[in-house]
């Protein structure tokens, strides 16, 4: 196993453990940078999907995985930034433009719809969260000058600089670039004292605020920054699918975005580029193995959620930590071989804390 | 000296019709370990509370150095420079020890999030400040062992040791430390008792305790406060107080009548 | 006038579903301090086994609707055996996924059942259709008209109430249910088997959604996405105060009503979100609801 040995106190906080783990994520840049070379464009597609959907789930990670606040209506984010950007692109807006606004007015619907957790919190938030993406919703079918309502509304070619970015290749890159840039906020964001404070929200709010944490302030920047990363993912998933309508942005999607994190794995960033990967590889394995299914079974489609369905249910009661969570026993046994013992990562048994006064 | 660093004021709150603490005044002077004793339901925890602003008091006031901090929201009562534990632990979990200590330097940060969001130089350069200040009370408390575990997985003695860390961290001028023996053995509340002298003299901070341990109390107390019911019994050194009536009957029920 | 009078009675009786929803829901929450997402979903398969039983087996409503009652049961109990119990001491959102999944689950699981599948079906209740004819001859426009549907929903309620406030009153295991609720440990110490309480919650709060599914069925008919409805008796529950039974029903009439009159009185689309803005409203002016109790966390 690999034992560092610490002489500095910038080793703590430095994005890279060791020079090893510096060789394996240069190997998987390397290794996004080829793909178009080596892919199918299909494929490329479908990776541009993850690089979406991943940069949503950062935000919904840093919201409900670090700083425990549940959002049920985050597609509602994804819906502010999907028709600002139409909007603007509609208007002529550059993308450099568009998109940072894109960011903002998600952002700022962030910050409002955070304002009930000010005063709720656990599942109050929750289904204050879940009232405002439905309200959004409806307000996204009605304001039709703006959003054509029912009838969608249809987003122009991406060109940045000249160049044509609906492209596959070139959008991949796009994508890529952005959600690299995100993670990599995110991780600045999390070993910085702004991360610490979303962390020490989640654990226990008593002794947050005793320790100086201005709850509201933190709550409040944390729906905003959870929000602006939907909505900057709500602007390229505009440009993937070109033509956006309100019923992709309801409370399905949500759910469906809250089970991509989960299935992840609550508390790690991995976790939140992990679940949307294996959301698109397992959607394309049911594609596949439909045809292998007798035809009676095949056919169905409720065969994807159910199966979506179990596997998170497994995921919970047997992988809370989620695919991250396995994938670091799997890692431990590996590095380890032979002495992986059984109860190594055994679970805690912890007491239900009651939110009761009784 | 002419200010006390820390007044209650006639304070007192009610919980639907029960008077947790009533008519309750006291000050506490700098550099001086301040206990508040009484049995179970006396109102201890709950003058923390007040202290601490977490409850509002329906009457009266706390100041601290002159100014009412009773209206205050917690976070900013934290900002003064008052540091608590509490009675049954309130640790970031699933933090490791390090980030928890970190935390408590969270009130002398600068930065805002977008500049954490970028890390950039004055961020990293406040972060190796706090790290080394971090490590200060990592050595004063022996915690160099667990710097790197999570809190879930550690012993609840070890737990409280952190918790005390944590408080420490803020570089408070005020310290409450809410019941700091309870749930350790002999040994440990022995090294307790250490580090509260060690609190006072090498650091010079003030220190509130809520305690039951009586012989913890009148090794490191300079006064004590003792409560029943909401009410104060008496105020005096540890030995004027144990040999209060009051306080015997409080404790035993009137056995002596 | 009597428009209005006709506006709160339908109301009501959808007020009613959600109330009903909102008490099968408060029951496990009360018990077990978990939030079931899947309530609504549970409605759903309760219309779905009372459909097969009327139309496949050709059993009579009213057999149907115990029959529904009893599988119900099974279904809540087999789930809370299963899912819920391996969790036990786990945090809230851990639980609360689950409950997300299992009504994910349900919504796909259900699509794939023979003869269910992904069509709509029509419940052949007895029922159907008909109207009263209340001060004045039928087809005049001074008569009241109210829908026999509508009746038998806020009858029906009403005596599912009456008959679950005796149960906890005067029986056994309604007591136990009780107690448990209140204080698990108490409980525990006196001797009820807590474990076996919360799962027969769970199958009391299935029945109870069932009868809901039968009882809505004939109005929006049954289908695998029918148990979105059942996310409206989240509102219904926020607006009575988490927790408290009398709330549940009297949220679920309050948001029935203000969706029913919003729907006529306000412009297009004020209907569907009305629920939500009414809780939205709730939560910011008063978070315990009606008759919640103040709940903070003790330090």
Redesign the interface.
């Given at each position: 196993m690999h034992f560092l040995f610490k002489t500095r106190?910038?080793q703590?906080?430095s994005l890279f453990r060791h020079n090893g783990q510096r060789f394996w994520y240069a190997l998987l840049a390397l290794a996004l940078v080829a793909a178009p070379w080596l892919l199918s464009e299909y494929t490329l597609s479908q990776l541009s999907f993850i690089g979406i959907y991943s940069i949503v789930c950062l935000g919904l990670m840093l919201l409900?995985g670090y700083t425990?606040q549940?959002s049920l209506g985050h597609a509602g984010f994804l819906a502010m930034g999907a028709y600002t950007e139409a909007y603007l692109q509609a208007n002529g807006w550059p993308f450099a433009l568009s998109l940072p606004m894109s960011a903002l007015v998600a952002g700022l619907t962030g910050v409002m719809i955070g304002l009930?957790a000010l005063?709720?919190k656990?599942?109050?938030l929750?289904?204050?969260t879940?009232?405002?993406g439905?309200?959004l919703e409806?307000v996204v079918?009605?304001a039709e000058h703006i959003t054509g309502g029912n009838s969608g509304m249809q987003i122009g070619k991406l060109i940045i600089g000249g160049i044509d970015f609906d492209d596959h290749v070139n959008f991949y890159y796009l994508v890529i670039g952005i959600a690299v840039t995100c993670v990599i906020?995110m991780l600045?964001?999390l070993?910085?004292?702004?991360?610490?404070?979303f962390?020490?929200i989640?654990?226990?709010?008593?002794?947050?605020?005793?320790?100086?944490?201005?709850?509201a302030y933190y709550k409040t920047?944390a729906f905003a920054?959870s929000a602006a990363l939907a909505g900057i993912s709500g602007a390229l998933y505009a440009h993937k699918i070109t033509f956006i309508t309100p019923d992709q942005f309801g409370?399905l999607q949500s759910?469906e975005l809250?089970?991509m994190v989960?299935i992840g794995g609550?508390?790690s960033i991995q976790g939140a580029i992990f679940g949307p990967s294996f959301w698109f590889f397992a959607q394309q394995l049911i594609v596949v193995g439909k045809d292998w299914l007798p035809s009676a079974?095949g056919q169905?489609?409720?065969?994807?959620?159910?199966?979506?369905?179990?596997i998170?249910?497994a995921i919970?009661?047997f992988e809370?930590m989620g695919l991250y969570g396995r994938w670091l026993k799997i890692r431990t046994f590996l590095q380890i071989f032979p002495f992986y013992r059984k109860g190594m990562f055994k679970r805690?048994?912890?007491?239900?804390?009651?939110?009761?006064?009784? | 000296m002419t200010t006390p660093m820390l007044e209650a004021v006639n304070l007192s709150v009610q919980f639907g019709g029960l008077k947790a603490v009533d008519n309750v005044s006291f000050d506490v002077w700098p550099n001086e370990v301040f206990s508040l004793i009484g049995p179970n339901g006396a109102g201890k925890t709950t003058i923390f509370n007040l202290i601490s602003a977490l409850y509002r008091p329906s009457a009266g006031e706390v100041r601290f150095e002159g100014e009412v901090i009773s209206r205050m929201p917690p976070y900013v009562v934290a900002r003064h420079g008052i540091a608590r534990t509490f009675q049954n632990i309130e640790l970031f979990e699933h933090a490791t020890v390090l980030q928890n200590l970190l935390v408590g330097r969270h009130c002398h940060r600068h930065t805002g999030w977008f500049q954490d969001l970028l890390f950039t130089g004055s961020v990293r350069r406040a972060e190796l400040e706090f790290r080394r200040q971090v490590e200060e009370v990592i050595d004063f408390l022996d915690l160099q062992h667990y710097r790197d575990s999570m809190v879930v997985g550690l012993p609840y003695g070890v737990r409280k040791v952190v918790e005390l860390g944590r408080a420490l961290s803020m570089r408070p001028r005020l310290l409450l430390l809410d019941e700091p023996s309870s749930g350790l053995n002999t040994e440990e509340t022995e090294d307790m008792g250490f580090w509260i002298e060690d609190i006072k003299h090498d650091l010079g901070i003030t220190v509130i305790m809520v305690e039951h341990d009586m012989s913890l109390v009148s090794r490191v107390s300079d006064r004590v406060l003792a409560l029943n019911q909401g009410e104060v019994l008496t105020l005096g050194t540890p030995q004027e107080v144990q040999a209060h009536p009051g306080v015997i009957e409080a404790y035993l029920g009137g056995v002596e009548e | 006038m009597l428009q209005l009078l006709q506006l709160i009675v339908s109301g009501a009786a959808i007020g009613c579903i959600y109330a009903l929803i909102a008490l099968g829901f408060v029951l496990i929450y009360k018990a077990t301090e978990t939030v079931n997402f899947a309530q609504g979903d549970l409605m759903m398969i309760g219309g779905f086994i009372g459909l097969s039983a009327m139309t496949l087996i050709g059993m009579p409503f009213w057999l149907a609707f115990l029959v529904t009652i009893a599988a119900m049961s099974l279904v809540g109990m087999g789930t809370e055996r299963l899912v819920l119990r391996p969790l036990l001491g786990q945090p809230a959102f851990t639980v609360v996924m689950v409950t997300i999944g299992l009504g994910y689950l349900a919504r796909g699981l259900v699509t794939m059942i023979p003869y269910w599948g992904t069509e709509t079906h029509a419940l052949p209740v007895p029922y159907k259709d008909e109207v009263i004819w209340i001060g004045g001859e039928p087809g005049s426009n001074d008569a009241l008209v109210l829908s026999v549907e509508h009746l038998v929903i806020i009858l029906a309620t009403v005596a599912l109430v009456a008959l679950l406030f005796v149960f906890f009153r005067y029986t056994r295991l309604g007591i136990a249910m009780q107690a448990t609720s209140q204080n698990q440990l108490a409980a525990f110490y006196m001797g009820i088997p807590v474990r076996r309480v919360n799962m027969m919650v769970w199958g009391l709060s299935a029945a109870i959604c069932g009868v809901a599914g039968l009882l809505l069925a004939p109005i929006t008919f049954i289908h695998a996405n029918m148990g979105f409805i059942g996310l409206k008796a989240f509102p219904a529950a926020v607006v009575g105060g988490f927790g408290s039974i009398p709330g549940a029903l009297v949220g679920g009439l309050v948001i029935g009503i203000v969706e029913s009159l919003s729907g006529f009185y306000l412009p297009e689309g004020f209907k569907d979100v009305a629920a939500y803005v009414v809780v939205l409203i709730m939560l910011v002016v008063k978070p315990n609801g009606l008759f919640g109790d103040n709940l903070t966390k003790k330090v």
């Open positions: 106190y910038e703590d906080i409900a425990g549940v009930p005063r709720v656990g599942m109050y929750s289904i204050a879940l009232a405002f439905f309200i409806e079918v009605r906020g600045n964001l070993r910085s004292p702004t991360g610490r404070a962390v020490a989640r654990d226990s709010e008593v002794s947050a605020q005793s320790m100086g944490i201005n709850l920047t920054i409370f759910i809250l089970m989960v609550l508390g079974l169905q489609t409720g065969l994807q959620p159910t199966i979506f369905g179990i998170l249910i919970v009661l809370p805690q048994k912890s007491y239900m804390k009651s939110e009761r006064m009784k | - | -």
